[in-house]
């Protein structure tokens, strides 16, 4: 039922050859914080770091690419310190400055 719908920012994984292995037509979502069907995208003014919680890759992610998708969050979810409200946890984030790029 649509009630039970939970909601999460994601970034897909850019470690692209990792995850073909278990599904050609599917990117893997790394989750980012929970949200709701209506909330708007976070203001995150820099861009990010992210770590894949399957393949342990971190990669630099650009503001526009955080999507809201429907999924059900991996057993060992953490909120991204970007998303949280105390700024801190246990996976790293740094913010990058506009002249470094990925």
């Not at 470690?15 to 599917?26: A, E, G, I, M, S």
């Not at 709701?36 to 630099?60: L, N």
């Amino acid at each position: 039922m649509w009630e039970d719908s939970r909601y999460f920012w994601v970034v897909h994984c850019k470690n692209h050859w990792f995850h073909v292995r278990k599904n050609l037509f599917f990117r893997h979502r790394i989750p980012l914080a929970e949200t709701d069907a209506f909330t708007s995208r976070p203001a995150i003014d820099s861009r990010f770091r992210a770590r894949c919680d399957e393949c342990g890759k971190e990669y630099v992610y650009k503001p526009s690419e955080v999507l809201r998708c429907e999924q059900e969050p991996p057993e060992s979810f953490t909120p991204h310190p970007l998303f949280s409200e105390e700024g801190t946890g246990a996976n790293s984030v740094v913010a990058e400055g506009p002249s470094q790029k990925n």
